[in-house]
Nanobody
Framework: QVQLVESGGGLVQPGGSLRLSCAAS????????MGWYRQAPGKQRVLVATITSGGSTNYADSVKGRFSISRDNAKNTVYLQMNSLKPEDTAVYYC????????WGPGTQVAVSS
């Protein structure tokens, strides 16, 4: 059974930073490309960042230069370091494989507000 558990969200002021974590189980983690996705209130879920099994990364234009995705295959965990946060980054953040499979974790809420 696949499980994805996101953590690390919270309330932060504009310009602040957060580091999200996602622990995966039930999959052969190190062979999968992984992604971080987000869903803002009233909007569809969108892709934020991806990392291949080999460590190559890619980012949505909206977060390029501010967010950094990484992975630790020994811990079956993918991370998202978010810097220079903006109010428009407010969303529930999810991890999944890339492309995503039909199993989603509960997500972690990120709120950016003064």
């Amino acid at each position: 059974q696949v499980q994805l558990v996101e953590s690390g969200g919270g309330l932060v002021q504009p310009g602040g930073s957060l580091r999200l974590s996602c622990a995966a189980s039930g999959i052969i983690f190190n062979i999968y490309a992984m992604g971080w996705y987000r869903q803002a209130p009233g909007k569809q879920r969108v892709l934020v960042a991806t990392i291949t099994s080999g460590g190559s990364t890619n980012y949505a234009d909206s977060v390029k230069g501010r967010f950094s995705i990484s992975r630790d295959n020994a811990k079956n965990t993918v991370y998202l370091q978010m810097n220079s946060l903006k109010p428009e980054d407010t969303a529930v953040y999810y991890c999944n494989t890339f492309p995503p499979e039909d199993y989603w974790g509960p997500g972690t809420q990120v709120a950016v507000s003064s």
